[in-house]
């Protein structure tokens, strides 16, 4: 009996395709399990990018394999290349794959558009996020200065499937042509791009929250190093491997990264790059790249310096390989242009080349032995010294000759003065925060002052602090050079004023060096870091052999360095608070060097902490203190005789009014009168005289950053917290505020405050309703319970830091207040629970001054109950009330 073989009908065919399909899912699915797998056992995470990338080649062959079989057609003239990432054999677990469809001229797009989508669509039905290219050769050969982006990708490239001969053409003539003869443009534009993402990041590695792909010193910098290389190649520079180029500390830095980024691509099941303050916590429970000892050790906080310092590494080799690009035809405007340098007389032992540092070759000494300038301590010393005062970076040849020599180096440094005379020399140059970066980045610094080392890449963890402690000292020397320099901005009138001060300082120098060694003590963990410090100076200070005078004033400054900050929380003026900090400054010098340290000091916390209000504050501090120390003081309040030039300069304002003026002044602290222009007051004052017609008088200033309403009424109960009540209710984030009464019972309460919806400044109809609400909550007519309860509250994001509540009472700061200091987690409705608990237990503010510093509300208030001021039964059951209502606003 004969059989006949049946031909499968066109059901069957799809039955078992897509049998195909869901096995090579299946198996690829299967197959990340095992590399996750094999990663949380403790592979490395070049394994894990690797094996991913395998895994995707053979899905890829496969189909592809299949595309073929049912279409002949599509095995010549088109191929199938890992680009990118991909190409790279990169392919972290959640990453994107980038597959370029390359076509030789005889295949029209038409022609291979189906199998394209076919192939794209089973790879986006695996799980894949797949970004297809389809070019022909010919597109290949055209470099569109508009998409550098698709020329920098071809730069990793590999055939997965297809015609080998048609990737051929591309990889072994198109190319290296095309590389060769647009050799310079590349280099130039990939330079732009990479220095503007740098520039999206504020210049900076040093970010709380870091995304490790993209900030300076992440992952797509490590790929600009290995371009570069590829570029030079092609234009005959010998390459070599990147990896191997930059050094063991590059290396390592490296597989570091590759293994935090798998780690958080698996910890958020997606490509999420950002090593946000959960990843770091998880991070550094897991000791992820930690080994021996440090995992014991690890915690958040140490953890991150891991990262800061292989961040560094990758930086430094980055800069170094943009520092190799030469300048294009018209630089970018975004960076401007550096001037030419003026050409440097030669040194003893290096000179100064296109503002690189070019160390003279080794040479047999008089004595005949062998001399290397790079061993000299006195020629490495003048070399940062040079550095400092051009701001010219070490040569990649003199970097490599210093870093090898410096075991050898440490045996020949001199201490005493003439090690002070060189370090001085160095801290009072202008670019001497950069010359001092790249000491601590080779260890020179460290070798000069060991006590610096406790603080390398050190993380401060909380939402106030930028930078790392050692970046947040140059930072802050760069502040103080920065002082009388012409600055755009708000700041530039302040910066000039101080610029002033820096200029009288008779030892400049001093000031410098305690920039340098203010925060060391923070390297050990003891509770008072400012103590410490002082402690590990003296240590410095003797070796450096500085005069008791010297000493004393540097070891002054140091140990009172946070005080002047802690004063500007207080009423500065107040006769007592000028007079407890005054106690502190003691001489008219240590108080010009604390109040320069002070404003660089905060500057440096991070770019948004020092704003003209602050400096202002500052100085007005300066002045007061440096008027007590020469035994001139104001009075607190002002006297109904008060014949000040301020007060003048009002009733010039109101002629004919002098005698009402004076009457409306009298009572007002003198903070009042001194924070306000002779403007201000006069409005204040008007505005007063409108009582009959508007018991109830507001001044609404907007403005795009921060704006400001201003109360003035007659004093009664829970003005100023229902005043914080309505800008709560309106989303509105209170930065500081203010509150005074005179004599006469007239109070003046005003907020600055941001706005977190942006509700004023995409609808400028709403300011008029927006001061009309506020209005008639302080007329009554409208609750501001009710305002409350109709806003929608949200689930509240967790905060980065947790901020321990706590309220402290002083009766001596003042004469006639019980201060109250609350410092506490900045939540939304926090000053008015505050406020509502003060006016329940009858206390009235005489003075509130409210403060925020990234998430921590500092806020101050001057209370009395009945005139007097609050006794210690009082101040416990207030201390109480108070816990219990943050506690409660903060559910």
Not at 152 to 167: K, N, Q
Not at 190 to 197: M, N, Q
Not at 249 to 267: I, N, P, Q, S, T
Not at 450 to 461: C, K, S
Request: hydrophobic share 40%.
């Amino acid at each position: 009996m004969g059989y006949e073989r049946s031909t499968p009908n066109g059901d069957e065919v799809m039955q078992a395709n897509e049998s195909t399909q869901d096995a090579r899912r299946d198996e690829y699915q299967r197959t990340m399990l095992e590399i996750r797998g094999a990663f949380e056992a403790g592979g490395s995470g070049q394994a894990t990018i690797a094996a991913r990338s395998a895994a995707v080649d053979a899905l890829i062959a496969g189909l592809w394999q299949t595309v073929v079989a049912r279409d002949p057609r599509m095995g010549t003239g088109l191929s199938l290349l890992a680009v990118g990432g991909y190409g790279r054999s990169q392919l972290f677990p959640y990453s994107d794959v980038d597959l370029l469809f390359l076509m030789d001229g005889r295949l029209v797009e038409k022609d291979v558009k189906d199998a394209i989508r076919g192939v794209s669509q089973q790879l986006w039905d695996c799980g894949i996020r797949v970004s297809p290219a389809t070019r022909k050769l010919a597109e290949c050969d055209k470099f569109d200065e508009d998409n550098l982006e698709f020329t920098l990708s071809l730069l990793d490239h590999r055939l997965v499937a297809g015609d080998a001969v048609t990737y051929g053409k591309l990889a072994e003539q198109m190319l290296p042509k095309l590389l060769q003869r647009e050799q310079k443009k590349l280099l130039t534009g990939l330079a732009e791009l990479t220095r503007s993402r740098h520039a999206k990041y504020g210049g900076t590695l040093f970010h709380l929250e870091p995304n490790i792909k993209d900030c300076p010193g992440g992952l797509r910098d490590v790929h600009v190093c290995g371009w570069i290389r590829q570029l030079q190649a092609a234009g005959g520079k010998e390459a070599g491997d990147a990896l191997a180029a930059g050094g063991d500390d590059f290396r390592k830095a490296v597989e570091f990264l590759y293994l935090v980024r798998c780690f958080l691509h698996y910890r958020h099941d997606r490509d999420d790059n950002t090593l946000d303050w959960l990843a770091q916590d998880a991070a550094s429970g897991a000791a992820v790249g930690l080994s021996g000892r440090e995992i014991g050790a690890a915690y958040a906080a140490y953890w991150m310096r891991f990262y800061f310092r292989h961040a560094r590494s990758v930086e430094r080799q980055v800069t170094q390989k943009l520092d190799e690009v030469p300048a294009g035809k018209a630089p970018s405007k975004l960076f401007g242009l550096r001037g030419k340098r003026r050409v440097e007389t030669p040194e003893a032992g290096f000179r100064l080349e296109h503002g690189r540092v070019v160390l003279d070759q080794r040479t047999i000494a008089p004595t005949g032995g062998a001399y290397d300038p790079a061993l000299d301590p006195y020629v490495v010393l003048k070399i940062f010294a040079a550095m400092a005062r051009t701001g010219s970076k070490l040569g990649r040849e003199a970097e490599e000759r210093l870093s090898h020599a410096l075991p050898l180096l440490s045996a020949h440094i001199e201490e005493g003065p003439a090690l002070w005379q060189h370090l001085q020399g160095i801290l009072t140059e202008s670019h001497a925060g950069d010359a001092l970066l790249a000491m601590h980045a080779l260890g020179v610094l460290e070798l000069l002052i060991p006590e610096f080392h406790g603080i390398d890449a050190l993380v401060i963890r909380d939402a106030y602090h930028r930078y790392t402690v050692d970046e947040h000292t140059f930072v802050l020397i760069d502040t103080l050079h920065g002082l009388g320099v012409p600055q755009a901005g708000g700041l530039g009138e302040w910066a000039a004023r101080f610029g002033g001060l820096l200029r009288e300082l008779p030892h400049p120098g001093l000031l410098y060096l305690v920039a340098l060694l203010h925060d060391t003590g923070k390297g050990r963990n003891t509770g008072d870091h400012a103590k410490e410090s002082m402690r590990m100076a003296k240590s410095v200070l003797s070796r450096l052999e500085l005069d008791a005078y010297e000493s004393g004033l540097v070891l002054d400054v140091i140990a009172n360095h946070l005080e002047m900050s802690s004063a500007l929380r207080r009423d500065i003026f107040d006769a007592e608070t000028v007079g407890a900090f005054a106690g502190k400054a003691l001489t008219p010098e240590a108080l010009r060097m604390l109040t320069l340290f002070t404003y660089a000091d905060i500057n440096a916390v991070h770019p948004d902490a020092l704003t003209p209000w602050k400096a202002e504050n500052l100085w007005r501090l300066y002045i007061a203190t440096a008027n007590y120390l020469d035994r001139s003081v104001d009075d607190e309040r002002v006297g109904a005789r008060e014949e000040s030039e301020l007060i003048h300069r009002v009733t010039g304002l109101l002629p004919g009014q002098a005698a009402e003026v004076r009457a409306y002044l009298e009572g007002f602290p003198e903070r009042y009168v001194r924070t306000r222009t002779p403007e201000q007051v006069r409005t204040h004052y008007q505005m007063s005289k409108r009582f009959a017609e508007d018991a109830v008088q507001l001044d609404f200033r907007y403005a795009a950053g921060v704006s400001e309403l201003t109360l003035v009424t007659r004093d009664r109960a829970q003005l100023f917290a229902n005043m914080a009540g309505a800008l709560a209710a309106w989303g509105m984030n209170i930065v500081t505020a203010d509150a005074f009464s005179n004599r006469q019972g007239v109070v003046v309460d005003s907020f600055r405050f941001t706005d977190s919806f942006r509700t004023l400044e995409m609808n400028e109809s709403e300011h008029e309703r927006f001061v009309k609400s506020v209005h008639d909550v302080m007329t009554w007519v409208l609750s501001v319970e009710k305002l409350l309860a109709g806003r929608k509250r949200g689930r509240r994001k967790a905060p980065k830091v947790v901020v321990e509540a706590r309220v402290e009472f002083d009766d001596e700061s003042s004469s006639h207040s019980t201060l109250l200091e609350v410092v506490a987690q900045d939540t939304p409705g926090l000053l008015r629970a505050l406020s509502l608990t003060l006016a329940a237990r009858g206390c009235n503010i005489e003075v509130a001054l409210v403060d925020t510093e990234g998430e921590t509300a500092i806020d101050v208030f001057y209370l009395t109950h009945d005139g007097e001021k609050l006794d210690a039964a009082e101040q416990a059951v207030l201390r109480r009330e108070l816990v219990e209502a943050m506690e409660e606003n903060a559910r």
